[in-house]
């Protein structure tokens, strides 16, 4: 059971918007640790997507957004594409047990 | 471009050591954190644990006990071993880059390692 929730599954309409959110606590995004995401085809190297909230790496299409509120944070993909299928992992680091990584435990994306 | 290749045995006999090396191509490794982690089948992704280019460690707590990273920069390599593993430790193993705010943007292609007799 993963310490960052996340829905199993979401989907869309090409064109569509969508949200994926992560869901924490007091002990990691509540205290103010950021949060990234990643975007992660099978077997491949999973890709980052946002980094500290609402960052994108260079290469990153501005289609992709992340927010971050409270113990909460999400990941929006407007202008939804049949490539942008995949699985997405929040991450995030939590202060308990002396402190670690921690990852959602992943949103399949389905373009319908 | 910094590209990451993880190597070692594809297979693991029960209560034995899984053994797994990064080398790193395009950087340095100093500044920079390198990581371990890990993705059973059908499962999310899981930290084992990262190293300082200095040699300084950190380990998921609860794979404390079991893990060991080890670098060595001037190979531009660092290692993972993992110990008394059981079929719960099969899963494709990535290593990665890890940036001053604790995230991961260099990730190897991952190397699936199956533990059984």
């Known amino acids: 059971q993963s310490v960052l929730t996340q829905p199993p599954s979401v989907s869309g309409a090409p064109g569509q918007r969508v949200t994926i959110s992560c869901t924490g606590s007091s002990s990691n995004i509540g205290t103010g640790f950021d949060v990234h995401w990643y975007q992660h085809l099978p077997g491949t190297a999973p890709r980052l997507l946002i980094y500290s909230n609402n960052n994108r790496p260079s290469g990153v299409p501005d289609r992709f957004s992340g927010s971050k509120s409270g113990t909460s944070a999400s990941l929006a993909i407007t202008g939804l594409q049949a490539e942008d299928e995949a699985d997405y992992y929040c991450?995030?680091?939590?202060?308990?047990?002396?402190?670690?990584?921690?990852f959602g435990g992943g949103t399949k994306l389905t373009v319908l | 471009q910094v590209q990451l290749q993880e190597s070692g045995p594809g297979l693991v006999k029960p209560s034995e050591t899984l053994s797994l090396t990064c080398t790193v191509s395009?950087?340095?490794?100093?500044?920079?954190?390198w990581g371990w982690i890990r993705q059973p089948p059908g499962k999310g992704l899981e930290w084992i644990g990262q190293i300082y280019y200095s040699g300084s460690t950190n380990y998921n707590p609860y794979l404390r006990s079991r893990v060991s990273i080890s670098v060595d920069t001037s190979k531009k390599q660092f290692s993972l071993k993992l110990t008394s593993v059981t079929a719960a430790d099969t899963a494709v193993y990535y290593c990665?880059?890890?940036?001053?705010?604790?995230?991961?943007?260099?990730w190897g292609q991952g190397l699936l390692v199956t533990v059984s007799s």
């Open positions: 395009g950087d340095s490794m100093s500044s920079h954190f």
């Open positions: 990665a880059r890890r940036l001053g705010a604790i995230y991961f943007d260099f």
């Open positions: 991450q995030s680091y939590d202060n308990s047990l002396s402190g670690y990584v921690i």
